[in-house]
Antibody, heavy 118, light 110 residues
Framework: QVELAQAGGEVKKPGASVKVSCKAS????????MHWLRQAPGQGLEWMGI???????GYAPKFEGRVTMTRDTSTSTVDMDLSSLRSEDTAVYYC????????????WGQGTLVTVSS | QSALTQPASVSGSPGQSITISCTGS?????????VSWYQQEPGKAPKLIIY???KRPSGVSNRFSGSKSDNTASLTISGLQAEDEADYYC??????????FGAGTKVTVL
């Protein structure tokens, strides 16, 4: 079955960077775009960006310059790096897959809580 | 690109039907018919329940249905059940090649 596995959580200080990983299994990794989304405590969902099978990326304007997404086909893993962290970045970060041009996130990781605190 | 507008909460009794609206600007729905809806139970990841406005993934109850008229999409839950208590989010693909979500609607079964 399809699974997107994410690690439990991270605590970071303001100004630091965080890398969140997502390992895919149960499907052909190279057939899907992978997206990153986040959800601040008690808030709604926010789309951060996409990484395509080619490695091409597209980021939401809000995160441009601060986020980098990469993928490793050999390990079926996608990573999301977010830099210059501030308290407002405290959130659960989700990876989700999308078949190209389907515009739907059909499977999600369980989420990684990133806490930014001094 | 601001969030799509959803009611903060909707409630209904078991067996009733409820509808959640999702309103945006024309730019929020720039790509035709790509509205999706997600159900999120507390502490869990979102789950896709509607895509392309009115299609259901395999395994999703046919009590969930979607529609769209102009700049408002809607999710209807018919035959409301206790297990439907959750947060519901609409999503669209708009300008700047970005996805935009609604702020979410909390559904309560009375």
């Amino acid at each position: 079955q399809v699974e997107l596995a994410q690690a439990g959580g991270e605590v970071k200080k303001p100004g630091a960077s965080v890398k969140v990983s997502c390992k895919a299994s149960g499907h052909t990794f190279t057939n899907y775009n992978m997206h990153w989304l986040r959800q601040a405590p008690g808030q709604g969902l926010e789309w951060m960006g996409i990484i395509r099978p080619s490695g091409a990326t597209g980021y939401a304007p809000k995160f441009e310059g601060r986020v980098t997404m990469t993928r490793d086909t050999s390990t079926s893993t996608v990573d999301m790096d977010l830099s210059s962290l501030r308290s407002e970045d405290t959130a659960v970060y989700y990876c989700a897959r999308e078949m190209d041009k389907s515009y739907k996130f059909d499977y999600w990781g369980q989420g990684t809580l990133v806490t930014v605190s001094s | 690109q601001s969030a799509l507008t959803q009611p903060a909460s909707v409630s209904g009794s078991p067996g009733q039907s409820i509808t959640i609206s999702c309103t945006g600007s024309s730019s929020d729905f720039e790509k035709d018919n790509v509205v999706s809806w997600y159900q999120q139970e507390p502490g869990k990841a979102p789950k896709l329940i509607i895509y392309e406005v009115n299609k259901r993934p395999s395994g999703v109850s046919n009590r969930f249905s979607g529609s769209k008229s102009d700049n408002t999409a809607s999710l209807t839950i018919s035959g409301l059940q206790a297990e439907d208590e959750a947060d519901y989010y609409c999503c669209s693909y708009g300008t700047y090649f970005s996805y935009v979500f609604g702020a979410g609607t909390k559904v309560t079964v009375l």
